[in-house]
């Protein structure tokens, strides 16, 4: 019973650090090419929820067009983030750049707050997540089992993108050196606006996956997985998209696990991530894998 | 201008705030002197958040967790022991806290000193980062913090919060501190010490190739602003008589940023107009979630709307006037004398 037990909850801790490292891969893809966290980017994921829900009840989409639609309009807002608040500080100092993406992500919040209001809505859990398998005493939702799937098929995607493909090559090229790159004849903010594009959709992915996890969703729902995610990214190695991947699994399954080892610090749940963040800061700022060794 | 002449007109300066504040007390509305009040601890805050964010270049996210400490361990020490049996219905409050009493003022200086001393053992991981990684760090003290007095109910009683503090904070406590920390702090900026932290925030390799050791010189502004965020914290708990985790968000933090952004970033007086403006004007700003009569129609009430307001005027100030009000500069007497004069200058025919 004991183990089954462990199993069930290893099974959580990789449904919840997949969340994680989706998320994560936004943060991580910004800093890679700007240097600069994205304090706005767990708000993105409060977007995309609140999108699906309004397709659904407006338009009465399916949730397959739905969630699509509302990952690509998420994605939208990213580019939109990155033009009206990072875009004219690009030559400006680190600390108003800093400010603006602190501002950013108030605004986000408080804007969501005054059109949706402050009421949590409930999100409808599409009945193709909803099964329960059950195999001995171990009871699984199929979500819990999908989440890590379609991350790995999106990470996939996207290291495809990053590693195969010409604007990929520009994007690394970017992120090793941005005066050089802009010298070489490539479009740097187009190739901005993509690495926003294909960051904030993944939060967006992400955001659903979480509605659909946790189905009570409100404007402030983005900020606690937002900084864990960012957590996870500093736990990789920050700038490296495989680091994150790992850091979010790893970072979900160390607070599933200490929940469930330990359930007398279960308040302390919160504090642990930070501590953890503090302890690699401290022994190892470039994170488990290192800074873009990846690129 | 000489010294003496400055001394004298800071003497009159300060004469004629404690005049004005002594008219407020004597014949102002309530609601005039609790507004008062907020803005002389704001401008305690400010002044002291701007010490490490301005003129050392720190971004430091986590006053607010200087502030719930300081608020903490000034309510629990000026408490009664009657009183805190009667706040700590679920947990037992731990032993030497719970029989403690000391009059206000050593509860105050407490507070600061506890802040003060949370600030130097969390100085030893905050001051090894620079840039994003101290922002995201010192966020993160700030929400550990807040899950502490959230989770040691023993301590702080949890999410229930001490409830029946005496409303020992008036304006001239509050206005007090405020010019104490005003002096000390911008004394502080004008020293040696505040001539190094500059230095640093320009340039930190210069600096230390200059043989300023940086981490002392950090740890200095960094305990000092906590020192005062402490104190400011004490007196914002004996303003509002119940505190609980939930009055130390981060929000707090976010306006502070707004106060000293706004007046600019690195100047004392413009943290001091930064918070003037911000709690003023947020006050004035409540008609925005108040349902409003024009005539035939009616507009509701928006909740939330002025956090929207506060988040634009913070990106719109950082995108397009990213110097605030004044800048770097002081509003002091040397400022006002060489704008006066220049002045005179344009009013001479050539």
């Known amino acids: 019973m004991r183990t089954t037990l462990l199993l069930q909850q290893l099974i959580n801790g990789v449904s919840l650090g997949s969340l994680y490292a989706l998320i994560a891969i936004g943060y991580t893809m910004v800093y890679g090419i700007l240097r600069l966290i994205n304090f706005a980017h767990g708000d993105l994921l409060m977007v995309s929820p609140y999108a699906a829900i309004y397709g659904i009840a407006l338009f009465s989409l399916p949730w397959f067009l739905t969630f699509p639609l509302a990952i690509i309009s998420t994605g939208a807002i990213g580019i939109l983030l990155d033009r009206a608040a990072y875009k004219p500080l690009r030559q400006a100092p680190r600390i108003s750049l800093l400010i603006s993406a602190i501002g950013a992500s108030f605004l986000m919040e408080n804007l969501a707050l005054v059109i949706v209001g402050g009421v949590p809505k409930p999100f409808p859990r599409p009945d193709f997540f909803n099964h329960v398998i059950r195999a001995g005493h171990l009871h699984i939702q199929v979500l819990t089992i999908y989440s890590p799937l379609i991350t790995l098929v999106l990470v996939f995607g996207l290291l495809y993108i990053v590693f195969k493909t010409r604007v990929g090559k520009a994007m690394r090229a970017a992120s090793w050196d941005f005066e050089a790159t802009r010298l070489m004849g490539i479009n740097l903010d187009s190739i901005i606006a993509l690495t926003f594009l294909l960051g904030s959709s993944l939060a967006a992915a992400g955001g659903i996956m979480w509605a659909m996890k946790y189905p009570q969703i409100n404007p402030f729902m983005g900020v606690i997985p937002g900084l864990k995610a960012f957590i996870a990214a500093v736990l990789g190695g920050i700038g490296n998209i495989v680091g994150a991947v790992i850091g979010g699994f790893l970072l979900g399954v160390f607070e599933i696990l200490i929940v469930a080892l330990l359930p007398g610090l279960a308040d302390y749940r919160d504090a642990f991530a930070f501590l953890l963040l503090i302890g690699i800061l401290l022994f190892r700022p470039t994170g488990i894998m290192g800074e873009r060794s990846a690129h | ?350």
Not at chain 2, 10 to 28: D, E, K, Q, T
């Open chain 2, 1 to 350: 201008m000489s010294a003496k002449w400055k001394f004298c007109l800071n003497i009159a300066a300060l004469s004629a705030l404690f005049g004005l504040l002594y008219l407020f007390s004597r014949y102002g509305s309530g609601y005039q002197i609790r507004i008062l009040t907020n803005i002389a601890i704001f401008i305690t805050l400010a002044v002291s958040y701007n010490l490490v964010n301005g003129v050392c270049g720190l971004l430091h996210l986590g006053p607010n967790g200087f502030i719930a400490v300081g608020a903490y361990t000034s309510a629990l020490l000026s408490m009664t022991p009657a009183e805190k049996e009667l706040n700590f219905i679920l947990e037992h409050l731990v032993w030497p806290i719970s029989v403690i009493h000391v009059p206000f003022l050593v509860s105050l200086i407490a507070a600061g000193a506890v802040a003060a001393l949370f600030a130097f053992v969390i100085s030893f991981p905050v001051l090894r980062v620079r840039g994003d990684y101290l922002a995201i760090v010192t966020f993160g003290f700030g929400e550990v913090v807040r899950v502490l007095c959230n989770a040691c109910q023993s301590v702080t009683n949890g999410p229930l919060g001490l409830k029946g503090l005496h409303p020992y904070t008036n304006l001239w406590w509050s206005w007090g501190v405020a010019v104490l920390a005003v002096i000390v702090i911008q004394r502080l900026i004008d020293s040696n010490y505040g001539l190094a932290m500059k230095a640093i925030r320009e340039d930190e390799t210069a600096a230390m190739a200059m043989g300023v050791d940086p981490s002392r010189r950090l740890l200095v502004a960094f305990m000092v602003s906590a020192f005062f965020s402490g104190v400011a914290g004490g007196l914002l708990a004996h303003l509002i008589t119940t505190i609980s985790p939930g009055v130390f968000t981060f929000v707090l933090t976010f306006n502070l940023l707004i106060m000293i952004v706004v007046g600019g970033l690195g100047s004392t007086t413009g943290a001091i107009i930064g918070a003037v403006l911000f709690t003023w004007g947020g006050e004035a700003l409540r008609i925005v979630e108040r349902p409003m009569d024009i005539g035939i129609f009616t507009i509701p009430g928006i909740p939330g709307m002025r956090m929207v307001i506060f988040s634009l005027i913070l990106m719109l100030v950082i995108l397009f006037a990213r110097n605030g009000i004044l800048g770097r500069w002081e509003l002091n007497w040397d400022f006002l004398a060489s704008k006066f004069a220049r002045l005179r200058r344009t009013d001479t025919p050539l």
